[in-house]
């Protein structure tokens, strides 16, 4: 039997700081993100790239892959309701993505200990191949909280 309040239910948690964080978070939204699952260290963020996403190139500017991947690190390590940021990322480039392309970063939980976290995010095309990778880490400011529930 579960004797958890339906409010701190770690899912339901997850969840209103999803809610929460995007409704406040203009730059995911500019960039038509939409947030398609989350949960205790984890989430699961895609993104159409749009014409005026490309580089002069014709692909899929780098600095846009990045904000996915780490909009979807934000949403993964702040799933707990403590107010988290990063403390730094590393990305790698392993394909091009091209206008039209839905990209789908999932954020997901390697280590979580007192106020430092590390998170590895994919970032793969609708035909689920890899176009980039990032590893962050995140330090959470102890007593604060992204939401009220």
Sequence with gaps: ?????????????????RD????????SRALGMQV????????????TVRADMLNGFAICHGGFIT???????????????QL?????????FLAPAHEGDRLLAEGREVSRTGS???????????HGKTVAVMRGRSHTLK???VVEL
């Design 36 to 47: 398609e699952a989350v949960g205790p260290g984890y989430a699961r963020i895609v993104m």
């Design 20 to 27: 929460g964080m995007f409704s406040n978070d203009n730059a």
């Design 143 to 145: 007593g604060r909280h």
């Design 1 to 17: 039997m579960n004797d958890t309040p339906p409010r701190f239910d770690p899912q339901h948690v997850a969840e209103a700081v």
């Design 84 to 92: 988290t940021v990063a403390s730094g990322i590393v990305v790698d």
């Design 67 to 81: 904000t996915l991947a780490d909009s979807a690190f934000a949403f993964a390590c702040n799933s707990y309701n």
């Design 116 to 126: 430092t976290g590390v998170y590895d995010i994919a970032v793969t095309n609708q």
